[in-house]
């Protein structure tokens, strides 16, 4: 495991605000404003930058708090070497539109719902004979 003290999105080296309402640091966020947040500055890595190093990714889980489409954005080479991801649905609290479904089709995903919020996102493999 690699830890990165960075918060995920689709440029590196950016500062940032994030909010964490008080008691939940889990649900620290760039993008979702908590009323009664406490807020910190972190710097931004990019999911290709963070997996530059790494070799076959066959599975990606995100739940990271409505920030999914920007770190999405950020990882152009790590989706062309991914095989499937897990894709959670966020409520409306997050997100209003499903920018990260529409996305993920445009990459030749599909997606599968495997339960009330979760979807897996398969990435469709094409062979050239």
């Known amino acids: 495991v690699t830890v990165f003290n960075k918060a995920l ?3 590196s080296g950016q500062e940032v605000i994030a909010r964490v309402e008080s008691g939940r640091f889990g649900r620290a966020s760039i993008s979702v404003l908590h009323p009664d947040a ?7 890595i990019t999911l290709d930058d963070a997996c530059s190093n790494v070799g076959d990714v066959r599975l990606m889980k995100m ?7 920007r770190a999405l954005l950020g990882a152009k080479k790590l989706l062309n070497r991914l095989s499937g991801k897990k894709k959670k649905k966020w409520s409306s609290e997050h997100s ?16 599968k719902q495997i339960d009330a919020s979760n979807y ?10």
């Open 38 to 44: 406490d807020n910190f500055a972190v710097t931004t």
């Open 63 to 69: 739940d990271i708090e409505g920030s999914e489409f």
């Open 96 to 111: 209003s539109e499903d920018n990260v479904g529409d996305f993920l089709i445009e990459k030749s995903f599909v997606l």
């Open 9 to 11: 999105s689709d440029f």
């Open 120 to 129: 897996l996102a398969k990435k469709i493999v094409s062979l050239v004979v």
